[in-house]
């Protein structure tokens, strides 16, 4: 009768440590993965405002406005490009404070 509790509880021990690991496993991946979506985010921002800059710039080339008008829509498009880098590193850092448990 002691020796079969002995091995209920061991077997409750190595399930308690499968569990563990494959706890730990899954949250090693969940920064890879926040990491690679932030990353497909940025990318398809910055697509979307280079593509949105192209075609301010063909407007503006097409209508006769003026060089500086150019100028101003590639400078409104580096802003663009510069919020959504400052938006991705508060991204990353409120998704990494998620995973490890600090929000």
Not at 6 to 19: F, H, M, R
Not at 40 to 45: N, T, V
Not at 72 to 101: C, P, T, Y
Request: aromatic share 2%.
């Amino acid at each position: 009768m002691n020796e079969k509790h002995i091995q209920q509880v061991l077997e409750i021990e190595k399930q308690a440590q499968e569990i563990q690991e494959k706890a730990r496993r899954e949250a090693q991946e969940i920064p890879v993965k926040a990491e690679q979506e932030a990353q497909a985010l940025i990318a398809k921002a910055k697509a979307d405002a280079h593509e949105e800059a192209r075609k301010m710039i063909a407007n503006v080339q097409s209508s006769g406005a003026s060089v500086q008008m150019a100028a101003d829509e590639a400078s409104r498009n580096d802003e663009f490009e510069a919020l959504a880098k400052k938006n991705f590193e508060k991204a990353v850092a409120f998704v990494l404070e998620r995973v490890i448990g600090r929000a």
